[in-house]
């Protein structure tokens, strides 16, 4: 299954499952991105880590290790 | 059965000054006594509370630490009618989770673990009004604490511009609780906001709770019976969550049982939530996500295509690849010059009002020297040296609060992450560690604007090693005297060029060592918002540097004043008259010896002030007396410490003098080469000097000891040093004692190694 970061920037999926580890899980759900939300990709930092997507409205920065853990599929 | 609209029964006045003595609601004859109310300013990071808090609290506020934790206070007092209310602002946070006890403070302050804060009467939540669901994830886990609460809509005016519309008075109908639409920035909303407060008084109202489902209620009474805490008191239903829902939570701490006790009996607990088919580690935010749906479906409509409308267009720049580097380092190169250079008029103002006040007090205390030299060399010297760094503060968290506030900072830590990431820092430590170019004491109070707990005490750690512009005398009169007379200006130039990386050569090794091994951090993660860009209020600036300058001056002063006292004392003790007696004899025999004159001329000379031989002897005296002081003592006793780095005598008592204060070495090298304590790195007499220092005796005798090696060794062991005084104390306020005197001994230790190592290697060579 694709994770959010073989979205290309502008592109919107849903959010199918969370893969991380238990604690970032964590972090990453009280930021409001879980399984059924719409999840774009907004950004790539100039050094190419970490990224930006969109959630609801609110943009947030994950690092790519961190990214990886959220799968997606088309919306 | 409670009434429909969540509503407590109303309660006379006397109830909230019962709410800690049961007793007063028997004996309502006498009046209750009066308690200050309590009230917790709570929300997520960038909601603007720090704006509300300052509506609320003008400036009448204060901070501190909280007991145990690196965590930052800070209160204030908010008048409320012909009363007053204790304000507590706790930090920004997305959950009331803790894998730390740094994370744990909200929620401690919540369930009233801190005694000599309390438990919150009442909460002033703050929500972001255009990120309504996401900013309720955390009102709904707080309010399972069961604390009247007050519902701040802030960014209210956005709400409009991002393109949504909320049902205001549909939304009031569903929380029950009073809901304040405000704008910060603006001051709108505060009285509202006062208002609410004293009718919430009256009349308590709580936010609609999430309703577990029965598996979740065993698993939390499975939890309350079998895990007791420390004292015997039970763990609230607040703590009980975190410790059922969170990996690694730290209210294990607070329990009476082992961790290992405690893991297997939460196993057994989320036994109880997998049997009812679902994951309890992501169960708690996938229920209250669909509470809060609930609470507020129907309320906001959203067109999430105008969201960030005009932030997109800014970021579409500043997070260039090309245009948003070069706009960062132009940016930074802004702040570093405001810090490194701004400052410095302001700074000369400062010394000079030192130097003023010395000539000012110095006559009046002409009758007794000791007491003279206490209060000139001690108290105003030292305090003078200290007071001299607050310009540097002030235009430092100007210039942070700009950042943070307009929204950029998340850029830049956005921008620097990755460069930081490997070693257990983030993007956020960088603006502290550039500061601490300039030094280290803003850079270090700078660590707060860093979420993560770990990765601010590592900057902390790291901070001291980046080379401050109080090296820069050491690194000047070093390669002045040694490196561009025999190697020319190029070389000069290049020395001192990579002076300023010895540090960061040794920091990142040290920052990757202390997230691995001594805080053994797990992978933590780098999760934040980036925020819409928003114009910073001037007020809140001005606050900000308030607040950053009062504390510098109030808290480290203290801890300065003492230190001063201590070097001062070991440079002046013991002197008496009959050891001053002893150096002027051997002073005049010297004169005489040398065909200076008679010994009866050269006494009289020495009468007169003026003449060039009482200044002589004047100098001599000092240099004598700093010999014979408890410092000179311990650093003759100390040299064969540093003999394999070539030092000699006076280089360790320089060295030791320098703790307090780095640059104090070349006033030190003056006097201990008799030239008196005023001169600088550009000194000509005291470049001369040391060039013609040779060692007196050993097998070495008549070699100079100011060898390139030991030039090298010399600055190499300056760069890496924990010589600081106000450094050390910052950091005892910022992360505790534990972390001061470890980073004192690691630095020291390191540079003595580093010297080493120049000395050795350089002279096995060449």
Redesign the interface.
């Known amino acids: 299954m694709a994770n959010i970061l073989s979205l290309k920037i502008g592109e919107s999926a849903r959010v199918t499952e969370l893969r991380a580890e238990n604690h970032i899980d964590q972090r990453i759900l009280s930021l409001g991105i879980g399984t059924d939300v719409i999840i774009k990709m907004c950004k790539i930092a100039p050094l190419g880590d970490p990224i930006a997507v969109e959630v609801d409205g609110a943009q947030i920065i994950l690092r790519k290790s961190e990214a990886e853990g959220i799968l997606v599929e088309p919306a | 059965m409670a009434p429909k609209s969540y509503c407590v029964n109303p309660r006379p006045k006397e109830f909230w000054s019962s709410l800690h003595n049961p007793a007063a609601m028997e004996v309502a004859v006498s009046p209750a006594p009066k308690r200050t109310l309590r009230i917790a300013l709570i929300g997520n990071p960038n909601t603007g509370k720090t704006t509300i808090f300052n509506n609320l609290t003008g400036l009448r506020q204060r901070t501190g630490n909280y007991p145990g934790v690196t965590v930052s206070r800070k209160a204030g007092t908010m008048k409320l009618g012909d009363t007053t209310a204790e304000l507590l602002d706790l930090p920004g946070t997305?959950?009331l989770?803790a894998?730390s006890p740094d994370e744990r403070v909200v929620i401690d302050v919540l369930n009233g673990r801190f005694e000599e804060i309390g438990k919150p009467d009442l909460i002033l939540f703050v929500a972001d009004a255009?990120?309504l669901?996401?900013n309720l994830?955390?009102a709904s886990q707080v309010a399972t604490l069961k604390i009247p609460m007050v519902l701040i809509l802030n960014q209210w005016d956005s709400v409009a511009r991002?393109g949504?519309q909320i049902d205001l008075n549909l939304l009031k109908g569903r929380l029950a609780v009073p809901v304040i639409p405000t704008v910060g920035t603006k001051g709108k909303g505060t009285e509202e906001i006062k208002k609410a407060v004293i009718q919430l008084m009256e009349e308590p109202k709580l936010l609609p709770e999430i309703k577990w489902p029965e598996s979740m209620k065993l698993a939390i009474d499975h939890l309350k019976a079998t895990l007791p805490c420390v004292g015997e008191e039970l763990l609230s239903e607040s703590e009980t969550h975190r410790l059922l829902?969170?990996?690694?939570s730290a209210e294990v701490q607070r329990l009476k049982v082992s961790p290992e006790e405690a893991e297997r009996e939460v196993v057994k607990a989320r036994e109880f939530i997998r049997k009812d088919g679902m994951n309890p580690?992501?169960a708690e935010?996938?229920l209250h996500?669909r509470h809060i749906d609930g609470l507020i479906g129907g309320i906001v409509l959203?067109d999430?295509q105008l969201?960030?409308g005009a932030t997109e267009s800014i970021?579409r720049l500043l997070?260039?690849?090309g245009w948003?580097?070069a706009a960062f380092v132009a940016m930074m190169y802004v702040v570093f010059q405001a810090v490194y250079s701004w400052a410095g008029p302001v700074m000369d103002v400062i010394e000079a009002g030192k130097i003023w006040a010395q000539n000012l007090i110095g006559p009046a205390l002409e009758g007794t020297p000791m007491l003279k030299s206490l209060v000139l060399d001690g108290v105003i010297e030292g305090v003078g040296a200290f007071l001299i760094f607050l310009p540097q503060i002030l235009i430092l968290f100007a210039f942070i609060s700009l950042l943070e506030d307009s929204g950029y900072m998340?850029r830049a830590?956005?921008?620097m992450?990755?460069?930081f990431?490997w070693c257990g820092l983030n993007g956020k430590s960088f603006v502290p560690l550039l500061s601490s170019y300039a030094c280290a004491i803003p850079g270090i109070m700078a660590t707060r604007t860093i979420e993560d707990p770990k990765a601010r005490l590592t900057t902390v750690f790291v901070a001291p090693f980046m080379s401050c512009s109080a090296r820069l005398p050491v690194y000047i009169l070093c390669i002045g005297a040694f490196i561009e007379p025999v190697y020319g200006p190029w070389w000069a130039g290049f020395t001192l060029f990579l002076m300023h990386f010895v540090g960061v050569v040794v920091a990142v090794p040290t920052a990757w060592f202390v997230t691995r091994f001594i805080l053994k951090t797990?992978?933590q993660?780098?999760?934040?918002?980036?925020p819409k860009y928003r114009a910073p209020r001037m007020r809140d600036v001005g606050y900000r540097m308030w607040q950053a300058g009062w504390e510098f001056v109030q808290k480290a002063g203290t801890i300065i004043f003492v230190i001063t006292i201590i070097i001062w004392a070991s440079l002046y003790f013991p002197r008496s008259e009959a050891q001053e007696i002893e150096i002027q004899a051997t002073f005049v025999a010297d004169k005489v010896a040398d065909g200076a004159g008679s010994e009866e001329a050269i006494l009289a000379q020495l009468e007169n002030e003026d003449s060039d031989l009482a200044r002589e002897f004047g100098l001599t005296l000092a240099g004598a007396q700093i010999n014979q002081s408890y410092m000179g003592r311990i650093g003759k006793a100390v040299q064969p410490i540093f003999e394999p780095a070539g030092f000699d005598w006076r280089i360790s008592i320089s060295v030791l003098a320098s703790y307090p204060a780095r640059e104090v070495i070349i006033s030190t090298l003056g006097i201990i080469y008799s030239l008196g304590g005023d001169v600088d790195e550009e000194d000509g007499h005291l470049r001369a000097a040391l060039k013609n220092s040779r060692w007196q005796e050993g097998e070495r005798a008549g070699t100079p000891i100011y060898t390139v090696p030991v030039v090298i060794g010399l600055m190499v062991f300056f760069a890496l040093c924990s010589q600081c005084g106000a450094t050390t104390s910052i950091i005892i306020k910022e992360a505790g004692i534990k972390w001061a005197v470890a980073s004192f001994l690691y630095m020291t230790i390191l540079a003595w190694i580093g010297a080493v190592f120049c000395y050795q290697v350089g002279t096995y060579l060449f």
Do not use: C
């Not at chain 2, 829902?245 to 690694?248: A, G, L, S, V, Y």
């Open positions: 997305y959950s989770s894998h255009t990120n669901r996401r994830f955390l991002s949504q829902f969170d990996t690694h580690l992501v935010a996938m996500y959203k999430a969201a960030y970021d997070l260039h690849r948003g580097l998340a830590a956005f921008i992450d990755k460069l990431s797990r992978s993660p780098f999760i934040m918002e980036l």
